[in-house]
């Protein structure tokens, strides 16, 4: 019942950044709730970058730390990740996903808590 699109994405030089969001539609809500966003690079698994829940409690990949930033709106059902000083090793396709669950830091390396996913939005750096 849950659907996620996100956007956003495109193609940036290095150091450079951008803006992804993802739209939450349900028929039905839960006031529990964990959002996340993964990425994942030709050949490589999937990797969480950052999850945020309902009282926006926040969690972020190692590598990540310091130049991405994960938030939401709730009264617009979006969750965004701003994307600072991108690096070569952020060129990948960016994925939201949603679970009924309260987040933990361990969800960012167990993507199969999360049972909604868009279809996802790439990004380049070049």
């Known amino acids: 019942q849950v659907q996620l699109v996100e956007s956003g994405g495109g193609s940036v030089q290095a150091g450079g950044s951008l803006k992804l969001s993802c739209v939450a539609s349900?028929?039905?809500?839960?006031?529990?709730?964990?959002m996340g966003w993964y990425r994942q690079a030709p050949g490589q698994e999937r990797e969480g970058v950052a999850t945020?829940?309902?009282?926006?409690?926040?969690t972020y990949a190692d590598s990540v730390k310091g130049r991405f930033t994960i938030s939401q709106d709730n009264a617009k059902s979006t969750a965004y990740l701003q994307i600072n000083d991108l690096r070569p090793d952020g060129t990948a396709m960016y994925y939201c996903?949603?679970?009924?669950?309260?987040?933990?830091?361990?969800?960012?390396?167990?993507?199969?808590?999360?049972?909604?996913w868009g279809r996802g939005t790439q990004v380049t750096v070049s």
């Open positions: 996903a949603s679970t009924g669950l309260t987040c933990s830091p361990a969800y960012l390396r167990r993507p199969a808590t999360f049972g909604f």
């Open positions: 349900t028929f039905v809500r839960t006031t529990t709730y964990c």
């Open positions: 945020i829940d309902f009282a926006d409690a926040t």
